[in-house]
Every structure is written in structure tokens, then in C-alpha cells.
């Protein structure tokens, strides 16, 4: 069974309190709710996890090394500026898909720039809670 490492950064502990335009209106428990069905149904086992500290993070992406076998990644605004979660990312080695809940790409100028896209697989972006729902992104009804 592949085992997936969610990791989700600074201020998404704040999910479903503010800012709904950008992030929707589920909470961080109901998102990882989601995660983990998605991944029942995939047969994935998954571990979802939360910090609004940059070091934490870090180590987190450190364990994973040996012990997981992909790495989902919500950087928060770290996505920005963090040279130091890029490198750990890329020194593990692991699988790496980049997800955000808003479109970065047209929001502020500051939020088009990820420093975590050139060591990721890929980029998710804009689909909100239904990044990791491929029959959402497909404009079917959210499971
Ligand atoms: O769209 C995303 O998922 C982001 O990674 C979210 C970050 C932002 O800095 C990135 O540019 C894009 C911010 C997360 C803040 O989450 C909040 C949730 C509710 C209320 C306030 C903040």
C-alpha cells in the first residue's frame, strides 16, 4: 500500500473561519476528511498533517525519507520564499505534488512565484478542497 505524507503549512489551521472567495468554506478537519476517503477508495494510506512553523515542516519532510512513498504539499505562503522547504523536499527525493486551494497564478504577483515548483512533480491549484478529487476536477458533483 502506497503510503502519502499531506502535509499542509502556515495558516491553514484558519480553513473555513475566513476568507471563503480564496479557500471555501470547509475546515482543515473536513478537507483531511476528504484526503482520507479519497485515499480509502484509492487503497492509500495517507497521514495528514499541519504546522505554521517553517522547521517543523522541515522535519516532518525529513521522517518521511525511508518511511513514505509520496509527499503532498500545501506550503501555505512558505510556496513564496522558503529555500529551505524546497531543499528539503529535494533532498528526500520523495514523490512531490504541490497543491493549493486558490489559483496562485491569478492572485497577486507575489503568490505566481512558487520556489517548490521546480522540485515537484507537479502543481495543483485552484480546485480548493477538490484538489485531490480528479472526478471533481472533471466537473462532476464532489464525492
Ligand atoms: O491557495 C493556497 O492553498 C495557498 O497555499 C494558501 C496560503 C497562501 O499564502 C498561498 O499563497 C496560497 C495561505 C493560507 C491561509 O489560509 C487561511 C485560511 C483561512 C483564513 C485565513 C487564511
Do not use: K
Amino acid at each position: 500500500m502506497y503510503r502519502i505524507l499531506v502535509l499542509h503549512g502556515p495558516n491553514l489551521n484558519l480553513l473555513g473561519t475566513r476568507e471563503p472567495q480564496h479557500y471555501g468554506r470547509e475546515t482543515l478537519a473536513e478537507v483531511n476528511a476528504r484526503i482520507e476517503r479519497a485515499a480509502a477508495a484509492l487503497g492509500v494510506s495517507v497521514d495528514c498533517r499541519q504546522s505554521n512553523h517553517e522547521g517543523q515542516l522541515i522535519d516532518w519532510i525529513h521522517e518521511a525519507r525511508g518511511e513514505r512513498d509520496g509527499l503532498i504539499l500545501n506550503p501555505g505562503a512558505y510556496t513564496h520564499t522558503s529555500y529551505a522547504i524546497r531543499d528539503a523536499v529535494a533532498a528526500v527525493g520523495l514523490p512531490t505534488v504541490e497543491v493549493h486551494l486558490s489559483n496562485i497564478h491569478a492572485r497577486e504577483p507575489f503568490r505566481h512565484v512558487s520556489v517548490i515548483a521546480p522540485v515537484a512533480l507537479g502543481q495543483i491549484a485552484g480546485f480548493g478542497p477538490y484538489g485531490t478529487c480528479w472526478r471533481c476536477m472533471l466537473g462532476a458533483a464532489p464525492q
